[in-house]
């Protein structure tokens, strides 16, 4: 059984326009600066953009992250907003943000979904496609 389209299913109707009309970009850089190969600390820093294509203005309210360790292990990390905002984003607007991670590998993913709310309080959800998060060759340790 697939759960992810189960629960995109009890999430939303099936092809919500809502959830249809927000894109999200994401894009990770490895940051070497804090990262300790030896201590299996391997960080990432990510930009997200988020852009509504739709006819009203929605307000992201939540998020739930699944983040791949590269070793076997997936973290999960559920929060209100995102970097300590819940930002509304306007009709044909975008909002972008900055944040990080730090996996115990030099490879990894991330993925998820984002909660909003439309003008008139309901709520839905959008995904977040999977990224890689992978160190450059210089950075990865040898066994």
């Known amino acids: 059984m697939n ?3 189960l629960n995109d299913f009890l999430c939303n109707a099936p092809n919500d326009p809502r959830a249809e009309a927000i894109e999200v970009i994401p894009r990770a ?11 299996h600390r391997f960080a990432f820093g990510y930009e997200i ?3 509504n294509h739709g006819q009203q203005t929605v307000q ?4 739930h992250w699944r983040i791949d360790m590269g070793n076997g292990c997936i973290q999960e990390v559920r929060g209100d ?7 509304k984003i306007a009709p044909n607007a975008e909002h972008r943000y900055q944040s990080g991670s730090v996996i ?5 993913r991330m993925w998820g979904d984002y909660g909003f709310v439309d003008e008139q309080g309901d709520a839905f ?3 977040i496609p999977m990224f890689h998060l992978i ?4 950075y990865r340790p040898i066994h």
């Open 125 to 127: 959800k959008v995904k």
């Open 104 to 108: 115990e590998s030099p490879a990894g």
């Open 29 to 39: 850089i490895y940051v070497p600066q804090h990262s300790d190969p030896s201590s």
């Open 135 to 138: 160190a450059p060759r210089d």
């Open 81 to 87: 907003g995102i970097v300590g905002e819940q930002p």
């Open 60 to 63: 992201l309210v939540n998020r």
């Open 3 to 5: 759960f992810n389209f």
């Open 49 to 51: 953009r988020i852009i």
